[in-house]
């Protein structure tokens, strides 16, 4: 297959390349590399769940302690967190279809090394790696957003994203069933055979990628500073989404707790049903980009907070319920909160995309970050609210996280002068 070169705009920072226009940008990418970037994106972001519904496995077959085998998915955690911070730069410093096909070729072998590991130690250290080169995902967006032409930049994005969350929402019950019937390190080995498939056809098909910045790498660091200062969307963008993830990981991360309880009494795998909510979210993705393209992406973010701030203000509603209207209010809430998650996600992507095209993944960095933050922030929060004070508590920060996101939404557009983006 022929490779074509993606256009870039003129960078305001210095020692950005800018490579010629080619007229085969005005069409965009086709259907099938457009969904071949999304099957890359789950098949890439899977990766960081597999081992979390088979940790009690685990821990019976390499005879480790719930202590180690809990370290399992944190350091997979923190290895994504750094990869997103030190390497989800690197592609606007080199080829992005390079950087892809390495990152992938990097995780299938991890893989490869959790799927044979004969101690816990070796697993530990699998999965850093796993989290280290995971973040391929978060090359595979920002690739889809420069090849697509900016009227059907949302529209594409939103497609590769529909990928990804797909792939977060099924991994756990991919990995789980393969666990019970075939063995964990089945699902580990069947997962680096799909990784090296997808780096193969990845290197076949896709196009080159020109670099659009000549900076070292310490300064493509230090640039990341930089634009956080210089772009007011791009803060307003990581802050909104980080806010609502505080609300979206606080409800997740105690939700199993919550239905373990009385009155409900109900196991792991009632809870990872509440999240076949999620996909309401994935499938709206290419809608949310296509409004987006045509209402403009800030208006979409203020629908999208609405949208998780009701849901989440729902739960008032708690105490007056009888235990299966509670269990079917859950299930309004997870759906409308997550549908309103992902749509912001998309149009935050889609104002990201649009401030500097010649810095999209760091941009794109910054703005993982801040919903790592949030979901790392909920996480702990929601937890120690629910041990002091009940589910209440729980439902009263992520409606306050949401209200706050809605907040920043409505703030001023950025100053003039900026460089404008015409999705703001």
Avoid: C
């Avoid at 401030?355 to 949030?374: E, Q």
Wanted: a positive charge.
């Amino acid at each position: 297959m022929s490779t074509i070169h993606a256009t870039y705009h003129p960078s305001p920072l210095p020692g950005t390349a800018v490579p010629s226009s080619n007229p085969r940008e005005q069409s965009g990418p086709s259907l099938p590399l457009v969904l071949l970037l999304a099957l890359a994106a789950g098949l890439s972001v899977a990766s960081l769940y597999y081992a979390q519904p088979m940790l009690g496995v685990l821990s019976e077959d390499l005879h480790a302690s719930n202590r180690a085998v809990g370290m399992l998915p944190t350091l997979t955690q923190l290895g994504y967190a750094l990869g997103i911070l030190l390497l989800s730069p690197l592609g606007d410093r080199l080829d992005r279809r390079r950087v892809i096909v390495a990152k992938a070729l990097v995780l299938g072998l991890a893989l490869l090394l959790a799927g044979t590991a004969p101690s816990i130690h070796v697993l530990l250290l699998a999965s850093l790696a796993i989290g280290l080169s995971a973040t391929l995902a978060q090359d595979i967006v920002p690739a889809a957003a420069t090849l697509a032409p900016e009227a059907r930049r949302g529209r594409v994005v939103g497609t590769v994203m529909t990928g990804l969350l797909l792939g977060i929402l099924l991994s756990r019950v991919v990995s789980g069933f393969t666990a019970e019937h075939l063995g964990w390190r089945t699902m580990f080995l069947l997962a680096a055979a799909s990784i090296a498939a997808m780096a193969a056809v990845a290197w076949k098909v896709l196009p080159h990628f020109r670099p659009t910045t000549q900076l070292s790498y310490a300064e493509l660091l230090r640039s990341v500073g930089h634009l956080w200062k210089t772009h007011r969307e791009v803060r307003h963008a990581a802050l909104a989404q980080g806010l609502l993830s505080v609300g979206f990981s606080a409800f997740w991360s105690t939700l199993a707790v919550l239905l373990h309880a009385e009155p409900f009494h109900l196991g792991s795998t009632a809870a990872g049903a509440f999240g076949l909510a999620g996909a309401a979210g994935a499938f709206a993705a290419p809608l949310a980009g296509g409004l987006a393209d045509r209402h403009g992406a800030r208006v979409v973010t203020r629908v999208g907070g609405v949208l998780a701030m009701v849901s989440f203000a729902l739960l008032g509603l708690w105490p007056w319920l009888a235990p299966g209207a509670r269990l079917a209010l859950l299930a309004i809430t997870a759906l409308g909160f997550d549908l309103g998650y992902q749509v912001t996600l998309i149009a935050h992507q889609s104002i990201v995309y649009s401030v500097d095209p010649a810095a999209r993944s760091r941009l794109n960095a910054l703005l993982i970050v801040g919903m790592f933050i949030g979901m790392a922030a909920g996480a702990a929060l929601g937890g120690l609210l629910l041990a002091q004070w009940g589910w209440l508590a729980v439902a009263a920060l992520a409606t306050g996280s949401s209200a706050l996101a809605l907040v920043i939404r409505f703030l001023p557009q950025a100053r003039a002068g900026a460089a404008p983006a015409r999705n703001t």
